[in-house]
């Protein structure tokens, strides 16, 4: 399974993106999905996380109630939308699948990931 990522770029702060993802088979409707970021000099760090079926969605609390995570199933492609973004967002994102349907905050539960989409937010 290859995971392509896309919708990252350069956005100034308060500004908004849409990443997507998008699995080259599908294998993950019955998977959850997730996201994750690698900012400079960090350690890649949890996101957001959407079970199988989009009813339970997880999220860290530094982008909770800015980003939000969905999926579309038919189309094999998970999202984020990431609203008042700020300078401490910039940061490689990127997006896995889950082992099982219901994934949450740790790498270990995913099993494919992307190959990461650069975020930057200028202040």
């Known amino acids: 399974v290859q995971l392509q990522a896309s919708g990252g770029g350069l956005v100034q702060a308060g500004g908004s993106l849409r990443l997507s993802c998008t699995a080259s088979?599908?294998?993950?409707?019955?998977?959850?999905m997730g996201w994750f970021r690698q900012g400079p000099g960090k350690e890649r760090e949890f996101v957001a996380s959407?079970?199988?079926?989009?009813?339970?969605?997880i999220y860290a609390d530094d982008v909770q109630g800015r980003f939000t995570i969905s999926r579309d199933n038919a189309k094999g492609t998970v999202y984020l939308q990431m609203n008042s973004l700020k300078p401490e967002d910039t940061a490689v994102y990127y997006c896995?699948?889950?082992?099982?349907?219901?994934?949450?905050?740790?790498?270990?539960?995913?099993?494919?990931w992307g190959q990461g989409t650069q975020v930057t937010v200028s202040s």
């Open positions: 088979r599908r294998t993950n409707s019955n998977n959850a």
């Open positions: 959407i079970s199988w079926r989009g009813g339970t969605t």
């Open positions: 896995a699948v889950g082992r099982s349907s219901y994934s949450g905050r740790e790498q270990a539960s995913y099993a494919y």
